[in-house]
């Protein structure tokens, strides 16, 4: 994979990189309908094909501004996903919301489906109550199917807690976006391998995770970026050098929005190399006056990956939108 301009070298290679858009690419991209339930499961998001399967968790949430605050104006939830009741966590208007899953985790052919809409001038900060933990999936993998659509001026930040793979777990997760030119969009994560007996961090089989990242303009939408993640232990070595580099957890934090330069990759790239991680950046293109930016960093510490993720959001929080950084205390 390739990105269109690279804003610092020693990036995560292999399957940890990000690939910008290209022209040949719009065929290929998967469009997920605006219910948000995408392919079958595995289809043209890669992989084998399964049976269909009903989700066992369904989530749609749309934000509006009203009166100068953001405020739900759709809401609905079925099975085991649901959101706790709104919070402002400052005077900005920016609601807050949690997505819990009752269940507590994730287990084998489990389907999870969130549809997120900001609208015009509306911000939201979606987060979640605990990790995501996926136990062993026999017989099929655990997917989670997200759509989110950004509208003019539109800002939304995405600040899961961590993702947990323990032992002999299968975990797809697909994320189609997309953005308005003049909206704003940070996703941090952070994926970690769970507890196993004999203490070996990759005992899970697989984790893909896949972000495609389109830009509405007057012709429609054209593809920015896809951001592809597949880590498969037991197809081969992975901690190795080109892939993990000797460490098990990663972190990603995503960012669209007009005000992405090789000027802020630079400043977001040093403030990385004062934390215990090996991290890298890429840009994407600029289309229709916005620019994607990609940042992976590897550690051995979900609490440095935090700490790491969580300086970055609190600088594009504090001079974007004149916010504090975050302090979501859970527990």
């Known amino acids: 994979m390739s990105t269109t301009a690279t804003a610092?070298?020693?990036?995560?290679?292999?399957?940890l990189t990000a690939e910008a858009a290209k022209p040949d690419l719009g065929a290929a991209a998967w469009r997920a309908p605006r219910s948000g339930h995408g392919p079958k499961s595995g289809g043209a998001a890669g992989g084998d094909l399964v049976p269909p399967r009903a989700p066992r968790g369904e989530l749609s949430l749309r934000v509006a501004l009203r009166a100068g605050r953001s405020v739900a104006v759709q809401q609905f939830h079925q099975g085991a996903l649901r959101v706790l009741?709104?919070?402002y966590l400052d005077q900005s208007g920016q609601v807050c919301y949690v997505m819990v899953n009752p269940g507590g985790a994730y287990l084998g052919a489990d389907l999870y489906v969130v549809d997120v809409e900001v609208?015009?001038?509306?911000?939201?900060?979606?987060?979640t109550q605990s990790a995501t933990k996926i136990y062993r999936t026999p017989g099929s993998f655990a997917e989670q199917r997200m759509t989110i659509r950004l509208g003019e001026g539109a800002e939304l930040e995405l600040a899961p807690d961590q993702l947990i793979a323990y032992r002999e777990a299968s975990y797809r997760q697909n994320t189609h976006i997309?953005?308005?030119?003049?909206?704003?969009?940070?996703?941090?994560e952070v994926i970690t391998p769970g507890w196993s007996p004999d203490g070996a961090s990759f005992r899970y089989r697989e984790l893909r995770l896949r972000n495609e990242i389109q830009v509405e303009g007057d012709d429609g939408a054209a593809l920015l970026a896809l951001d592809n993640l597949l880590i498969r232990p037991p197809l081969g070595e992975v901690t190795g050098v080109g892939f993990m580099e000797g460490y098990s957890h990663l972190g990603s934090l995503i960012v669209v929005d007009p005000r992405v330069d090789q000027a802020l990759a630079d400043e977001l790239h040093r403030l990385a190399a004062g934390y215990e991680a090996y991290s890298g950046l890429s840009l994407t293109r600029s289309l229709a006056g916005t620019t994607g930016l990609?940042?992976?960093?590897?550690?051995?510490?979900t609490e440095e990956l935090n700490r790491l993720l969580g300086a970055c959001t609190g600088l594009l929080r504090e001079r974007w939108y004149g916010r504090a950084p975050l302090n979501l205390r859970k527990y």
Do not use: K
Request: proline content about 8%; glycine content about 8%; hydrophobic content about 40%.
């Open 8 to 15: 610092v070298e020693g990036s995560p290679v292999g399957d």
């Open 85 to 87: 009741r709104p919070h």
């Open 119 to 127: 609208e015009a001038g509306a911000s939201l900060l979606l987060t």
């Open 178 to 188: 997309n953005v308005h030119p003049t909206s704003s969009l940070i996703m941090a």
């Open 294 to 301: 990609i940042l992976r960093s590897l550690s051995n510490s």
